[in-house]
């Protein structure tokens, strides 16, 4: 069954490093997506992306977040200057329209100290 | 903007009983979704609804949508402990781009 895989599956980085996230949507999926997850929180959205531009953002998604596809399977999420708050779970999505039942990847648990 | 709430945040129960978790959203969303988390683990897709009065069921699990009330329903039917679990309800925006969802529902079915 195909799936979203995400990678790496825990990130530790100092505060202030830039992070990439890596993500591979399901391969014949166009529209693609960041939440994240604060440890027992609810589950927040960041961005989504469509046509290779970003269709939707949230204010959580500010200048220090990009995201970019680089090729036809990677789907990338930077943080150019990590703070202690962004201490997550980030979890990559994809879906093949809309966000009509979006297929969620197992995340990357992001570590800033 | 779109809000969503739920309620409980927190469901404990007996393995055999029924039970229904709710959620409510704020504005006109012809979509709902249900999520189930594990512990540690990522979301579940367990229903979509796309239109007033959509009921969909998965083993113990009913969900339902009434759009007119803004209300979603998981029901759960005589519980078991696999149940156990976190469930997320989520709606969409009309643009279809965008997830916002419930703080959600952590079951725990005890024995």
């Known amino acids: 069954e195909p799936e979203v895989t995400q990678t790496p599956s825990h990130q530790v980085t100092q505060m202030g490093q830039e992070v990439i996230l890596r993500c591979v949507p399901i391969?014949?999926?166009?529209?693609f997506y960041w939440y994240r997850q604060i440890l027992g929180q609810k589950v927040e959205f960041l961005v989504s992306?469509?046509?290779?531009?970003?269709?939707?953002k949230s204010e959580i998604f500010d200048d220090q977040f990009s995201v970019e596809r680089p090729d036809g399977s990677n789907f990338t999420l930077k943080i150019r200057s990590t703070k202690l708050e962004d201490s997550a779970m980030y979890f990559c999505a994809s879906s093949r329209q809309g966000s009509l039942e979006a297929f969620f990847g197992q995340g990357t648990r992001l570590t800033v100290v | 903007e779109l809000k969503v709430e739920q309620n409980p945040l927190f469901l404990s129960m007996q393995e055999g009983k029924n039970y229904t978790i709710y959620c409510n959203y704020s504005t006109t969303s012809d979509r709902l979704y249900w999520y189930r988390q594990d512990p540690g683990k990522s979301l579940e897709s367990l229903f979509v609804?796309?239109?007033?009065?959509a009921v969909k069921q998965e083993g113990r699990l009913m969900a339902s949508l009434d759009t007119k009330a803004r209300l979603s329903t998981l029901h759960i039917t005589a519980a078991v402990h696999d149940l156990s679990a976190t469930y997320f309800c989520?709606?969409?925006?009309?643009?279809?781009?965008?997830?916002?969802f419930g703080g959600g529902t952590r079951l725990m079915v005890k024995p």
């Open positions: 391969s014949n999926h166009l529209y």
């Open positions: 992306f469509y046509n290779n531009e970003i269709s939707e």
């Open positions: 609804l796309l239109s007033n009065g």
């Open positions: 989520a709606g969409d925006n009309n643009a279809g781009n965008m997830l916002t």
